[in-house]
Nanobody
Framework: EVQLQACGGGLVQPGGCLRLSCAASGFTFNNYTMSWFRQPPGEGPEWVSSIGRGGGSAIYADSVKGRFTISRDNDKNTVYLQMSSLKPEDTAVYYC?????????WGQGTYLTVSS
């Protein structure tokens, strides 16, 4: 059974930092590109960041570039999203995704609220 377990969300003040984790199981993790998406309240989902299979390539949405860092540990089957300089507009449910050609797996979301 494929599982993607995201955790680490919570309430953070503007300017703060937080790290999300997503632990994967049930598939060959290091064959898949891993991504983070988010869905702000009342809005549609948006892509945040992706990282290649070996971890050597990472790309980011303009809205988070320079503030968020994606990484992965293929030994632990886990992908991370380190977030800093958080803004209220970063408030959203964050989801991790595993993608390989036409295969795509989604985990349950973890909620981040950025508010004073």
């Amino acid at each position: 059974e494929v599982q993607l377990q995201a955790c680490g969300g919570g309430l953070v003040q503007p300017g703060g930092c937080l790290r999300l984790s997503c632990a994967a199981s049930g598939f060959t993790f290091n064959n898949y590109t891993m991504s983070w998406f988010r869905q702000p309240p009342g809005e549609g989902p948006e892509w945040v960041s992706s990282i290649g299979r070996g971890g050597g390539s990472a790309i980011y949405a303009d809205s988070v570039k320079g503030r968020f860092t994606i990484s992965r540990d293929n030994d632990k089957n886990t992908v991370y999203l380190q977030m800093s300089s958080l803004k209220p507009e970063d408030t959203a449910v964050y989801y991790c995704n595993a993608g390989l050609r036409d295969m795509s797996f989604w985990g349950q979301g973890t909620y981040l609220t950025v508010s004073s």
